[in-house]
């Protein structure tokens, strides 16, 4: 096997030839190790990541398919009282279920036949609320070419069997069901791209839900699917990702709820250990509105709920979030503003009138609650006149004059 072969020599490129890249992966991770932490390690290699965890966490295994570099890992190690070192497939692992707080896989995922089902491997065997600190080489450059020394390596026997730039690699993951991943680059000969996932527990991936819509319909069944915003690090673009995910399965209605965090539940804990950071409620307010947009030029889909009903058992449970009884209509004022901004586009407004036209019985909505939009357009030197328009679309603003 290739890694047998270049064990012995595998920490010159490790500590010389990429050692800037390398050098930041393992402050990276480093800081992503806690001291009560049970780690999983796979793909050790000689070690250069398995020396910044074993100091760092309670106790730590290491594996690696290649019994050479785990040889060679093992020996430079041996100091360390709490790793234990063992010959592993990272596509069937043999620890049970949520057996660890931390689960790390170093630029394995791009070398494997099934990187699907490696992932789905060390998924299982982490915990709920654990991470997942998945970094892995890009060995791609922007201009579409394979880098320089990956190529080299290449040649000298190494099989890639994918080859990932930073965004390849974001859609890889938002393919499994990661959308809320955290990234990290780490710059050198090699860049080093390090995915944080938080094992949500959601029990299922993207391509399962694709798979389930696809059965419903075939079924002859109404298929309503559901969206989830501002999950533990995901980025205003990893909604559109997730959007655009749902409008392919063709949904007939989706509902669209906004992350809050109840007391007694893993995201109350995690937000007071300073590990998940909520919405606020002008954050998921606009989110919410840029989502509907993308759904609402989806013409058959309906959107049938927008944020919690509210209840006063959920008020008594809530501790943080974007949460308002009026939610839905918040972001439809949101996304009415919107709307008309991209109309007035870099018109100068000062001191003038803005008059728009809003469907009957949305005159409100176009204001803003409490003015809100309205104050907006004064913000920008001008005041905003509403008139109803009959057979206007509903939330559909139409710009009539800027005088």
């Known amino acids: 096997m290739f890694w047998d072969k270049v064990a012995c020599v595998y920490d010159v ?11 930041t992966l393992c402050e990276t991770v480093a800081a992503l190790i806690r001291p009560a932490d049970t780690v999983l390690e796979c793909a050790c290699g000689t070690g250069l990541l398995t020396g910044v965890i074993a100091p760092r966490c309670k106790s730590l295994t290491a594996t690696d398919f290649s019994a050479n570099m785990l040889k060679r890992a093992e020996k430079k190690l041996k100091k360390y009282g709490n790793v234990r070192f063992a010959q592993a497939d990272i596509t069937k692992l043999d620890y049970p279920d949520g057996s ?6 170093a630029n394995v995922i791009h070398l494997l036949d099934e990187p699907y089902r490696a ?9 709920p609320g654990g991470r997942l600190i998945i970094p892995t080489y890009m060995n791609r450059t922007d201009r579409g070419t394979t880098n320089s020394v990956s190529g080299a390596i290449g040649k000298a026997g ?15 993951f938002a393919a499994a069901g990661y ?3 955290r990234y990290t680059l780490c710059r050198g000969r090699i860049p080093c791209a390090v995915a944080v996932l938080q094992k949500n527990g959601r029990g299922h991936s993207a391509r399962d839900v694709a798979e389930a819509a696809e059965r419903v319909r075939g079924f002859g069944f109404e298929l309503g699917l559901q969206m989830m915003l501002g999950l533990d690090g995901a980025e205003e673009s990893d909604d559109f990702v997730t959007a655009r995910a749902l409008i392919a399965c063709r949904p007939d209605t989706v509902r669209l709820y906004p992350a809050l965090v109840l007391r007694g539940t893993g995201l109350a804990e995690r937000m007071q250990r300073g590990e998940y950071r909520p919405l606020t409620l002008e954050e998921g307010v606009r989110r919410t509105a840029r989502v509907m947009e993308l759904f609402g030029e989806a013409p058959d889909i309906r959107i049938i709920r927008v944020g919690l009903h509210p209840s006063r058992s959920l008020e008594e449970k809530l501790l943080a979030g974007p ?35 809003a469907a009957p019985g949305e005159l409100s909505r176009m204001l803003g609650q409490k003015r809100c939009n309205a104050a907006e357009i004064e913000r920008r030197g001008a005041r905003l006149r509403v008139v109803e328009q009959a057979g206007r679309p509903p939330l559909s603003p139409l710009l009539l004059s800027i005088k």
């Open 13 to 23: 490129f490790a500590n010389v030839i990429n050692r800037k890249a390398n050098r």
């Open 119 to 127: 992932l789905a491997e060390l998924d299982r065997v982490c915990k």
């Open 179 to 181: 959308t809320d991943a």
């Open 158 to 172: 190494a099989d890639f069997k994918r080859e990932f730039t930073p965004e390849t690699y974001r859609r890889f």
């Open 323 to 357: 949460y308002h009884p009026a939610f839905r209509e918040l972001c439809e004022g949101e996304l009415m503003l919107f709307r008309l901004l991209r109309q007035i586009g870099n018109s100068d407004l000062s001191g003038r009138t803005v008059t728009a036209a």
């Open 100 to 105: 660890f707080d931390a689960v790390v896989a």
